[in-house]
């Protein structure tokens, strides 16, 4: 949260992974490969369905907003705006060659 409000956010809106058939097959994959000692536990996190139950997002959403107040940042509200700053083209530089961006 220090990097964040550092950073320059006012607002942190924290969402539980959902998964979607397609997603949550390859997911779990990469899961089992990666960290299989957590498979069980998003098994059942995910037993129901695409979403994780009501009471662990709130518990997710605690766990963020509580250390975030500490640190100036409050959760953003429905409705409002958002300020993103638009840096001037002189800062932007333009690349010369296309950037492959990767996802993990």
Do not use: C, D
Request: no cysteine.
């Amino acid at each position: 949260m220090r990097a964040i409000a550092a950073a320059g956010a006012t607002s942190v809106t924290p969402l539980v992974l959902h998964m979607r058939p397609g997603a949550r097959e390859w997911f779990m994959s990469w899961l089992g490969a990666h960290h299989p000692h957590l498979v069980r536990r998003y098994e059942r996190l995910y037993a129901e369905g695409a979403y994780a139950p009501k009471w662990y997002q709130r518990r997710v959403t605690r766990q963020v907003h509580e250390p975030a107040e500490e640190y100036g940042i409050g959760p953003n509200r429905t409705g409002t705006a958002r300020r993103i700053p638009v840096p001037a083209a002189e800062e932007e530089p333009v690349p010369t060659e296309p950037t492959q961006l990767t996802l993990l």
